[in-house]
């Protein structure tokens, strides 16, 4: 009854649009080939597996206390299978290394091996997804004393950097395993709570730390290493070493990818507009979509300004292939499998949004000067039923329409999550 309803919608839908000269056809099959990495830590509270401590330090905070969090990965494979089951299109998902299973085994942090993941490979390859990986410099504690790979301390720092290491190693073997490279992501938390006296001498630590982790040969085909600058953490406001420019710095002079996360920046700045200058020196980066409010807070990605203006980067210069989407929020106080959904969907719906779009007309437009047509038509095109196209999508994808979804996620969390107390 719902798709007959999408169907006709869908094709009034696009012969509207095709009246403006836009393909809504077209614009399904680029959106379709568009992966969103779900980070895994959206499921648990950024716990991960290691101890019952869950998240210390680090600087960031889950706040919220929802039942159901999984406590283990089979739960947490299960939760994102939900997710994926009614997120339209195929995608991937993105690993820390406190998510390792060893078993009833310890494992250091710099020994961790890929035999470690290999319940997630097993499982990524199963579901025809990729997997991206982190390493975690957090929740530890050699990360107490709040320096990882800055630290003074020189066997401090050799553990951290050894743990990079391991962990490009594990990311290889994901992305070879899995034929998709896996996109290695390096943030550290590291920095002071009040005004540091030396500024210099962590960024020296941090570069020489970074060149000794990838000093290390590591296929590039399987696995590209990523660089997450931060303004400031709870607990370190003053000061982080891991600053905006250190990485864009260090990501060009080294041809890494640098990721950028929608709330690592002062309040008023955005990333969709740096996307733009950092693909005229780098070749590729990673972006941390998160939402944050007032501060990095790190809520569930929700479909506004900022994430269609991301959208509308990545789709009128074609940098699908230069931009990979991974999602980065966690949310304790609402369902987390819902948290996923809501995100990623959300995500979606803004790169379909922009492909719905006339970019061409409205270049041609702009060329010419004319700012009056350029505004009227721009805010015109809020009015499109850009979401008969999606509901069309969604029925072709074979994933529910609409709030729909919101059905099979509640009763999966009265049928699994009770069991979790
Ligand atoms: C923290 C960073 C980082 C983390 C994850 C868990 O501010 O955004 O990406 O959220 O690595
Ligand atoms: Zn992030």
């Known amino acids: 009854m719902i798709s007959d309803n999408t169907g006709k919608m869908y094709e009034l839908a696009r012969a509207q649009y095709a009246a403006m000269g836009v393909d809504t056809e077209a614009a399904m099959a680029r959106l379709e080939a568009i992966p969103i990495s779900l980070h895994c830590w959206q499921g648990d509270d950024v716990s991960g597996f290691e101890s019952d401590a869950g998240l210390t330090g680090g600087g960031i905070q889950a706040t919220g206390n929802y039942p159901g969090r999984a406590r283990n990965a089979e ?3 299960s939760d994102l299978d939900k997710a994926l089951d009614v997120i339209p299109g195929k995608h991937r998902v993105n690993l820390h290394a406190i998510y390792a299973e060893t078993g009833s085994r310890k494992v250091e942090r710099n020994e961790l091996l890929p035999e470690h993941f290999a319940g997630w490979i097993d499982w990524a390859r199963a579901n025809g997804i990729g997997l991206d990986f982190n390493p975690s410099f957090f929740s530890h504690p050699l990360a107490d004393a709040g320096f990882t790979l800055t630290s003074l301390d020189d066997g401090i720092r050799r553990f951290w950097v050894e743990h990079g290491i391991a962990c490009r190693r594990i990311g290889e073997a994901m992305g070879r395993a899995l034929g998709t490279p896996c996109i290695n992501n390096v ?3 590291d920095g002071s709570k009040d005004i540091p006296v030396d500024r210099f001498k962590p960024r020296e630590l941090l570069k020489r730390s970074l060149d000794e982790i990838f000093a290390e040969d590591v296929d590039q085909r399987f696995n590209r290493d990523a660089l997450e600058s931060k303004l400031f953490g709870i607990g370190s406001e ?4 891991g600053s905006h420019e250190f990485y864009m710095g260090y990501a060009a002079q080294n041809g890494k990818l640098y990721c950028m996360d929608a709330g690592h920046y002062h309040p ?5 507009d740096k996307i733009s200058s950092m693909l005229i020196f780098l070749d590729e980066i990673l972006l941390h979509v998160s939402r944050g409010v007032r ?4 809520h569930v990605v929700i479909l506004n300004d900022e994430l269609r203006a991301i959208a509308e980067e990545v789709i009128r210069n074609n940098f699908e292939s230069r931009i990979h989407i991974g999602l980065d929020f966690f949310d304790a106080s609402i369902n987390r499998v819902a948290a996923w ?11 379909l949004m922009a492909l719905l779009e006339p970019t061409a007309k409205l270049r041609e437009i702009e060329a010419a000067g004319d700012y009056t047509s350029r505004l009227a038509l721009l805010e015109e095109l809020k009015g499109m039923p850009a979401a008969a196209v999606w509901d069309h999508y969604c029925v072709r994808k074979g994933v529910p329409v609409g709030p729909a979804w919101l059905d099979e996620v509640k009763s999966y969390e009265s049928s699994v999550l009770p069991a979790r107390q």
């Open 268 to 272: 008023t700045e955005v990333i969709s």
């Open 187 to 189: 943030w550290i938390a």
């Open 75 to 77: 739960e947490l494979r």
């Open 238 to 241: 003053c000061f982080v070493p």
């Open 341 to 351: 959904v809501i995100g990623c969907r959300s995500m979606l719906r803004a790169l």
């Open 295 to 298: 501060w990095d807070s790190d």
